[in-house]
């Protein structure tokens, strides 16, 4: 069996190809760099983070961009003997008011770009600027060997539908560019907010896949089909492929954004994204995943779930392939290698060594004080995806303030205005001490502080975290003495898509990591010797405060 989601914690837009036994799942990855992430597995059960590949400047810098912006809805395919990456690099979400419906304008900039590689493992070329009418982009290769290229169109005019359909044009590979006209093939359905296309070619007909209904409680896909590649395309009887939209009960919920793949008998499956709500609170801790099914071709020609009720699966039937397990992702990261654990990102800049070290200090993960946990430029921070709703993590770090200026510590992050930091400053009145910071995104309180516990100088503080669905607790401990824990329950919720002020953009999900700061510019550094993060199930009589 297969259990989903088979990509876990923030991993949304899966977009999948099949090369001879392998498969891969190219997800979006938004402010976080580097860019794109692509899974892997030969058994459509068991499957491994292989790697990330827009890592340089050239291909990726999105300093300046804000929350949730970056990386959207990659593509991945295969043809000619090369891996073609379609992407969408997001510049600008906000609007010309903060009333965009109706009568005023939406200005967005969305910058769609190609790159290719002989080897999934890289190297990946420079990118080709493709067009920057909309987002969501795709390329598909016809059997006669041309290429096109398809994306969502955005119309910013006031009182216009801001999606505005699906658009074709074709790309030539000699010319680096698009060329002749671009159709619009698809207006969507009555759903509206149509986007996610990607184009298949089967008996004879064009078929048509998009994401409608926005990326929440109301997504869905949606298949339509023609016999000419520019139409007019007919929709599929049923409309809805896979949706959640009036089933509150199921499991896997916002089910959409999908992709098709083949395997080698003919069998087709279905990679989506899904959400797993918070029993409680009904907030995504996790964001957006990717989960995956089987479908099938009927009599009609028209693909459904197998039980054709169109819902998306907790538990579907495995395809029967030879197994290949991967080794599990380690729990704990130590630091010793020259390279940052695969698990592990930053915050948008392509230039990872203003931010850390792992050389400076053998052994530690060196950070170096930049700017607050509020900026879009420059962060010292460096974290993992929260990918279960119960899990401990756990650091120590060395560091050593002089003033309120320069703090460090742990922190569970969405975003710049949602977060809950565990750090140690200093301060003249206090001297060197922990407290905690939060940002609440949808409180009238925008943020919070705990009151200052006095820490001394120069011992290694350990910092730790226990999140039990939407319950966190922060402790601490100095050197090998006793845990204790910060007095207060924090809500782990605000940690979600749903938490937010109106109008904000919220397409990522929870980190947990490491942080520093120096607002003063003299880049105080901090030293975290490792970083621990561990899945567990609930615990209900809060056991691990005695360990």
């Not at 089933?247 to 080698?264: E, F, K, N, T």
């Not at 992050?413 to 940002?439: N, P, Q, W």
């Not at 919720?493 to 942080?515: C, K, R, Y």
């Not at 010797?529 to 809060?542: H, I, L, N, V």
């Amino acid at each position: 069996m297969i259990h989903n989601p088979i990509l876990r914690g923030f991993n949304p837009d899966p977009s999948i190809v099949r090369v001879g036994d392998d498969y891969y799942i190219a997800t979006s990855t938004f402010e976080w760099f580097p860019g794109v992430q692509i899974h892997h597995s030969r058994d459509l059960v068991n499957w491994r983070l292989a790697g990330r590949p827009l890592t340089r400047a050239s291909q990726l810098d999105m300093r300046g961009a804000p929350d949730s912006c970056g990386v959207w809805a990659p593509c991945l395919t295969y043809a000619d003997g090369l891996f073609w990456l379609i992407y969408t690099d997001v510049k600008r979400y906000g609007r010309t008011s903060t009333g965009a419906a109706g009568g005023s304008a939406s200005l967005r900039d969305f910058h769609n770009y190609l790159v290719t590689s002989p080897s999934i493992d890289g190297p990946w070329s420079d990118p080709v600027h493709m067009n920057s009418s909309g987002f969501d982009p795709s390329l598909f290769h016809d059997d006669d060997g041309r290429k096109y290229f398809l994306n969502q169109l955005w119309d910013h005019r006031p009182g216009g539908k801001r999606f505005a359909g699906i658009v074709l044009q074709e790309y030539s590979v000699e010319a680096r560019r698009l060329v002749g006209p671009r159709t619009n093939i698809f207006a969507g359905t009555e759903h509206g907010l149509t986007e996610a296309p990607h184009l298949y070619r089967r008996n004879g007909y064009y078929y048509l896949l998009t994401a409608e209904g926005g990326t929440g409680w109301n997504h869905g896909v949606t298949m339509a089909r023609s016999r000419d590649l520019l139409g007019p395309y007919e929709l599929h009887p049923d409309a809805d492929v896979l949706t959640t939209r009036a089933r509150p009960d199921a499991a896997l919920q916002r089910a959409g954004h999908a992709d098709l793949v083949d395997l080698p008998d003919g069998r087709t499956y279905m990679v989506y994204l899904c959400g797993r709500p918070l029993r409680n609170r009904g907030t995504c801790t996790l964001g957006r995943e990717t989960a995956i099914q089987q479908v099938v071709w009927g009599d009609d020609g028209w693909l459904r779930t197998l039980d054709g009720d169109g819902m998306p699966q907790l538990d579907v039937p495995a395809p029967g392939l030879p197994e290949h397990r991967f080794d599990p992702a380690p729990e704990r990261a130590e630091f010793d290698a020259p390279d940052l654990p695969l698990d592990f990102q930053w915050l948008r800049t392509p230039y990872p060594e203003e931010l850390f070290s792992l050389d400076t200090r053998p052994g530690h993960l060196r950070l170096f004080g930049r700017e607050t946990l509020g900026s879009t430029f420059r962060q010292a921070l460096v974290a993992r995806r929260q990918q279960a709703h119960c899990f401990s993590a756990a650091t120590v770090v060395e560091f050593e303030p002089e003033h309120f200026q320069q703090q460090a510590g742990l922190v569970c992050y969405y975003g710049a205005a949602k977060f809950h930091y565990l750090y140690i400053t200093h301060d003249d009145e206090v001297g060197k001490h922990l407290r905690v910071m939060s940002s609440l995104p949808n409180h009238m309180q925008a943020d919070s502080f705990t009151a200052p516990i006095a820490i001394p100088a120069g011992v290694p503080v350990q910092l730790r975290v226990e999140v039990d669905e939407e319950r966190l607790l922060f402790g601490y401990r100095l050197g090998d003495g006793p845990w204790e824990w910060i007095g207060q329950q924090f809500d782990a919720s605000i940690l979600s898509d749903e938490a937010s002020a109106p109008g904000q953009p919220n397409f990522t999900g929870a980190f947990v990591g490491m942080a520093c700061q120096d607002m003063a510019g003299t880049a105080l550094h901090a030293d975290f010797d490792y970083f621990e993060y561990r899945e567990r199930p609930y615990c209900k009589d809060r056991a691990w405060l005695e360990t």
